[in-house]
């Protein structure tokens, strides 16, 4: 049977390292992405079933339109993908990174809500599916400079959690991906260190085979996991002193 895989923030980066994985497969593809032009690029270098959709997770009735035309021509799709996410630097006390803040709350956590929603009752009533959504080290502990980003993946985290509680024996399996540093144009801008840091495509083989096989929580890469136990184990006044002089994400970027 042919895999339907939806994948949201599909354009580049891990979202396209996933389609080109997905493809390889065989895979009939929903993908979901801002930048049309980038999105019919890679549509062409994949070839086979592949539907575009050009839209911004962060409206919610967007998404749910693209979620409706691909159950409409392909059916209810085996694996849905909320990879969409914006990262940059913030500070709390500059009051012109509110709309900062606002952006990366709305597309990494509200973005992944309105990215499920539409498909989680007819995968309910199938009585199987994959639901992954894909969460960063950085929501295990508040980095300096990223409180929004930090924030935004610890209520993914959260909220991947208490979706899988939900659906706790329906057959639909909830997958949360905690990435590490992986080499991506989100990467890119970064000037400090980045350990651990992994090649897209390594980390696409990897993340496929912890959907198919329905992990709840994964760290990628491996090492990353070792160090994310360790940071949740710090006490407060030890964390503080080691990451008050960490790097810091550029601040203004254009998200």
Known sequence: MTLRVFITGASSGIGAALARRYAAQGAVLGLLARRGEALQALAAELGGTVACYVADVAEAGAVARAAADFIARHGVPDVVIANAG?????LTEEAGDLAAFERVLRTNVLGL????QPFVAPMRARGSGRLAGIASVAGIRGLPGAAAYSASKAAAI???????VELRGSGVKVV??????????????????MPFLMDVDAAARRFV?????????TVIPWQMGVVAKL???????VFDALFARAGRKPRGLDL
Do not use: D, H, K, W
Request: proline share 10%.
């Open 176 to 193: 949360t991906i905690a990435p590490g540093y992986i080499r991506t144009p989100m990467t890119a801008v970064n000037t400090y260190p």
């Open 158 to 164: 959260a909220c991947l959690e208490s979706l899988r």
């Open 231 to 237: 940071l949740r184990l710090l006490p407060n006044p």
């Open 209 to 217: 085979q912890a959907i198919a096989a329905g992990t709840s929580y």
């Open 113 to 116: 809500v309105a990215t499920f």
């Open 86 to 90: 914006v990262s940059v630097g913030t």
